[in-house]
């Protein structure tokens, strides 16, 4: 009898659920392109065998391109019931839509037939994060639905609003926040000075036209104002540029809302393993002992948090980049990559981040008019293997980028899921291994790993083949067709009789052989 074993370290969902209609901002992108940017339904239901259906209705790409319906069923769960996690690769047929005003022959999906499209989706709580990927003749459309919460808002700094205080306005990007919307008894004084700017100089490459301009000033006469920004509030609080009273906080507690109606913190549910960003710094007038712009960022467990601090943190503090001085280096596009070390900090569970940008490491030096330039914000999170191991043996010589590999184990006998010991180079992977037993005579196991990036947009796939030598090497005299296919199986181990055009399944041949293929 075949024996299958499946153990997700993320544990399989049963608890039922009904279908439930989300609404969020729909990004698309072609051949790599950001082409529209528009709100969005996706509705998701579970069915009685515990896996789910996925419907994006009347899919259209921006308001020229109508699609279809996208639908796409029997999707597993590779998460929890509490945060179930949605995957799959399929082909599937799109459908024509209801829109009033397109006719049915208008929609492009149907004239397409049979389309692979891959999906992974995470909900939780009474939000839906998915990526689609649609593979449609001569272009690859990228749909993303909401962020779920693993970026920053407004990251790219193409969105602004206008902030006013007294009679001085700004332009500041939504979810991020300078003087003209911070508190203090000095508020008044410091928002008199606009500090931030749309600019139309973006870094190298970038698809998007704007960034962000922070700019220092000069408050009551002669004081330097340093030009900072964040995701959480500006406060200033004290009369003295060092005093803690004049800071940057977050505050998860509280119903205050800026001007574009974002509140003053950003939400975070992941643990990246790096930040990167692009800034272009120039001081008006180089100051030797003060030459530096700054950039820091720490996650929280969403207790309240200020910089500079005014006491010790570490107890709340889940996590933190490595702060970065940044340099003019001669008033040209920089890209920073800031490590978030975990180690030192709370192993509770992330829930906001505090980032901070100032045209001055020093508070209140540098000069009046120094600019700092800030585009494409990003948080990363990893998504390989860097080793794996079978009670205890390790894989030699491996690779992250290689997929294929074989063990002989003297003795091994059966393996289980929990002997395969996987570590990654992410903080916060998601991880799954699934353990097939052949009937090839030779004690074959083969353990099929994934690991994906904590944001769901990396995912690397690892195949393990486990033999015993001293059985392989005892089976003699067999006369075996080497081409006959013994059986085809999906992901899970479970045996298929009828193949879907577009999946991934394992093939195994009489010979013992197995191998991963996508289904024509």
């Not at 729909?26 to 239901?45: F, P, R, T």
């Not at 992330?350 to 914000?377: C, H, Q, R, Y």
């Not at 030598?469 to 992901?491: F, K, S, V």
Request: aromatic share 6%; glycine share 10%.
């Amino acid at each position: 009898m075949k024996k299958i074993f499946t153990v997700l370290m993320l544990a399989a969902s049963s608890a039922p659920l009904l279908a439930t209609d989300y609404t969020n901002q729909l990004v698309v992108n072609m051949n790599g392109i950001e082409i529209a940017n528009q709100q969005a339904v996706i509705s998701v239901e579970q069915k009685d065998n515990g896996n789910y259906i996925l419907k994006l209705d009347n899919f259209c790409i921006g308001t020229t391109m109508p699609v279809g319906n996208i639908v796409v069923d029997d999707v597993t769960n590779m998460g929890n019931s509490d945060t179930p996690i949605l995957i799959t690769n399929q082909n599937i047929n799109i459908t024509p839509g209801t829109l009033e005003g397109v006719g049915e022959s208008d929609w492009m999906g149907p004239l397409l037939g049979s389309v692979p499209v891959e999906v992974k989706a995470e909900i939780r709580g009474e939000e839906l994060y998915s990526l689609i990927d649609i593979s449609m003749p001569g272009m690859a459309i990228s749909v993303q639905f909401g962020n779920g919460g693993y970026q920053i808002g407004n990251s790219g700094f193409e969105n602004f609003h206008t902030a006013t205080a007294g009679s001085a306005t700004s332009d500041e990007p939504n979810n991020w926040h300078s003087f003209m919307s911070c508190t203090g008894m000095l508020a008044g004084i410091v928002s008199s000075v606009p500090h931030t700017f749309i600019s139309d100089d973006v870094r190298p490459g970038s698809t998007g036209t704007k960034s962000v301009l922070i700019k220092s000033g000069l408050a009551l006469g002669d004081i330097v104002a340093n030009g900072t920004l964040t995701t959480g509030r500006l406060k200033a609080g004290g009369f003295s540029a060092t005093s803690t009273d004049n800071n940057a906080f977050l505050d998860i507690t509280s119903t205050e809302v800026d001007a574009n109606g974002d509140p003053f913190y950003a939400l975070i549910n992941g643990k990246p393993d790096s930040l990167a960003v692009w800034v272009k710094f120039k001081q008006e007038t180089p100051v030797e002992e003060h030459p530096y712009a700054t950039i820091t960022a720490v996650i929280t467990d969403g207790s309240y948090y200020q910089e500079p601090v005014d006491k010790d943190y570490t107890d709340i503090i889940v996590g933190r980049a490595a702060d970065t001085k940044i340099a003019s280096n001669g008033f040209t596009w920089q890209k920073l990559v800031m490590p978030f070390d975990y180690s030192a900090y709370t192993e509770k569970d992330p829930k906001a981040i505090l980032v901070t940008i100032s045209t001055n490491a020093d508070p209140g030096e540098g000069t009046g008019a120094d600019s700092l330039l800030v585009d494409d914000f990003e948080l990363i999170y990893n998504g390989t293997a860097t080793g794996i191991s079978v009670k205890g043996n390790a894989v030699e010589n491996f690779a992250p980028a290689t997929s294929d590999y074989t063990l002989r184990i003297k003795g091994i006998g059966e393996i289980t899921a929990e002997d395969v010991a996987v570590t990654t180079n992410a903080k916060d992977a998601k991880v799954t291994v699934d353990v097939v037993h052949t009937d090839d005579g030779a004690g074959t196991s083969i353990a099929n790993i994934t690991v994906m990036s904590a944001d769901l947009k990396k995912v690397s796939t690892y195949t393990v083949t486990v033999t015993d030598p001293d059985i392989a090497d005892g089976i003699d005299n067999l006369t075996i067709d080497d081409n006959a296919i013994e059986g085809i199986y999906n992901l899970n181990g479970q045996r298929i009789e009828t193949p879907v055009s577009g999946q991934v399944y394992i093939t195994k041949y009489a010979d013992g052989k197995t191998v991963k293929t996508i289904m024509k």
